[in-house]
Antibody, heavy 120, light 110 residues
Framework: QVQLVESGGGVVQPGGSLRLSCAASGFTFSIYNMHWVRQGPGKGLEYVAFIRYDGSNEYYADSVKGRFTISRDNSKNTLYLQMNSLRAEDTAVYYC?????????????WGQGTLVTVSS | QTVVTQEPSFSVSPGGTVTLTCGLSSGSVSTTYYPSWYRQTPGQAPRTLIYSTNIRSSGVPDRFSGSILGNKAALTITGAQADDECDYYCVLYMGGGIWVFGGGTKLTVL
């Protein structure tokens, strides 16, 4: 069965960096686009970033553009999110999500999330 | 800046029918935005309900249906049950690799 397991969250000071990982299993990771979505405390879901199956294209929400980098290692079935210049407003649970691959532009599986807290 | 709008909260009686909507701050939602819907209970990851406007995800009961109503996407729940009480999110695909979530609707069943 499809499993997505995020890790790497924690407490970091403003201006600091953190790298999140999402270990994928139960499907052929290398042929699916992948996404990061986050949810601030008590807030709604916010789209963060997208990467094509082969890593050839990436897209970012304006709120993280220039600070976050999405990447993947298909040999390790792992998705990453490198977060630099972190701000208090980046505090959130970060979910990785698998693209359906159907061309119908939706997320069919989600991880359980990893909490990032930006605080001094 | 594109804003996707949802009712912040809604209430439905057990056994009743409720329609949640998903609109755009400017313009109309159409099938070309591939509207999808997700439900989320506190502390849990989102789960997919509906995609491409009106296709139910695997295992989703037919009490849940999606449509375009007027200039908005809509999620209709018929025969509401107590465990339908949770947050519902729509998301629209804007093209260019960008998706935008609505603010979510907190559904109360009482």
């Amino acid at each position: 069965q499809v499993q997505l397991v995020e890790s790497g969250g924690g407490v970091v000071q403003p201006g600091g960096s953190l790298r999140l990982s999402c270990a994928a299993s139960g499907f052929t990771f290398s042929i699916y686009n992948m996404h990061w979505v986050r949810q601030g405390p008590g807030k709604g879901l916010e789209y963060v970033a997208f990467i094509r199956y082969d890593g050839s294209n990436e897209y970012y929400a304006d709120s993280v553009k220039g600070r976050f980098t999405i990447s993947r290692d298909n040999s390790k079935n792992t998705l990453y999110l490198q977060m630099n210049s972190l701000r208090a407003e980046d505090t959130a649970v970060y979910y990785c999500a698998k693209d359906s691959g159907s061309g119908l532009c939706y997320f069919d599986y989600w991880g359980q999330g990893t909490l990032v807290t930006v605080s001094s | 800046q594109t804003v996707v709008t949802q009712e912040p909260s809604f209430s439905v009686s057990p056994g009743g029918t409720v329609t949640l909507t998903c609109g755009l701050s400017s313009g109309s939602v159409s099938t070309t935005y591939y509207p999808s819907w997700y439900r989320q209970t506190p502390g849990q990851a989102p789960r997919t309900l509906i995609y491409s406007t009106n296709i139910r995800s695997s295992g989703v009961p037919d009490r849940f249906s999606g449509s375009i109503l007027g200039n908005k996407a809509a999620l209709t729940i018929t025969g509401a049950q107590a465990d339908d009480e949770c947050d519902y999110y729509c998301v629209l695909y804007m093209g260019g690799g960008i998706w935008v979530f609505g603010g979510g609707t907190k559904l109360t069943v009482l």
